[in-house]
T-cell receptor
Framework: GAVVSQHPSWVICKSGTSVKIECRSL??????MFWYRQFPKQSLMLMAT?????????EQGVEKDKFLINHASLTLSTLTVTSAHPEDSSFYIC???????????FGDGTRLSIL | AQSVTQLDSHVSVSEGTPVLLRCNYS??????LFWYVQHPNKGLQLLLK??????LVKGINGFEAEFKKSETSFHLTKPSAHMSDAAEYFC????????????FGSGTRLQVQP
């Protein structure tokens, strides 16, 4: 399956700063990547679908100006949490794949803590 | 529309005893079904997948699952639990169409006692 690298794995920053998370598909050209958010002891919630060379598709209730997604190449998508606040603290996970009946492959996630 | 129900939020077994994690689904289409495992502060690792081939699916680390259409179930089993199996398990359904949206179950935390 696809190998997905996510960076950083853990970030702590002050309220009001912006944080960028990278998701790289190491062995698979991904026209589409997915960004999920996971709160403690909860399941994954799809935030947005990142589309190479075009705008991301956001799920209902997800602020696109808050969570900026850029997918400039077939191997890299970035999620920027702008003006982060403590309520944005969460575990963010990206994935690639899922064409037809194939599974999605996930990165190791990024733990974001806003102080 | 599709949905997934994991019937147990928490399962505790003793090392060496069988594991059963239950999952029921609903889907308007012929679904693809997956089980993923998540260790603390890690992403999700694919255990196995069902994609309309054999109804009994074998996965990694000795896990297997049986697709039962009449019962709309896709339960995950393992004959003998190992300490390293302790983790969170997610049952996931995909209709394989459109934008490849996945629907996740709420997760089952497996605890393995020595």
């Amino acid at each position: 399956g696809a190998v997905v690298s996510q960076h950083p794995s853990w970030v702590i920053c002050k309220s009001g700063t912006s944080v960028k998370i990278e998701c790289r598909s190491l062995d698979f050209q991904a026209t589409t990547m997915f960004w999920y958010r996971q709160f403690p002891k909860q399941s994954l919630m799809l935030m947005a679908t990142s589309n190479e060379g075009s705008k991301a598709t956001y799920e209902q209730g997800v602020e696109k100006d808050k969570f900026l997604i850029n997918h400039a190449s077939l191997t890299l998508s970035t999620l920027t949490v702008t003006s982060a606040h403590p309520e944005d603290s969460s575990f963010y996970i990206c994935s690639v794949g899922g064409q037809g009946n194939q599974p999605q492959h996930f990165g190791d996630g990024t733990r974001l803590s806003i102080l | 529309a599709q949905s997934v129900t994991q019937l147990d939020s928490h399962v505790s077994v003793s090392e060496g005893t069988p594991v059963l994690l239950r999952c029921n689904y609903s889907s308007s289409y012929s679904p693809s079904l997956f089980w993923y495992v998540q260790h603390p502060n890690k992403g999700l690792q694919l255990l196995l997948k069902y994609t309309s081939a054999a109804t009994l699916v074998k996965g990694i680390n000795g896990f297997e699952a049986e697709f039962k259409k009449s019962e709309t179930s896709f339960h995950l089993t393992k004959p003998s639990a190992h300490m390293s199996d302790a983790a969170e398990y997610f049952c996931v359904v995909s209709d394989g169409k459109g934008r490849r949206a996945l629907t996740f179950g709420s997760g089952t935390r497996l605890q393995v006692q020595p």
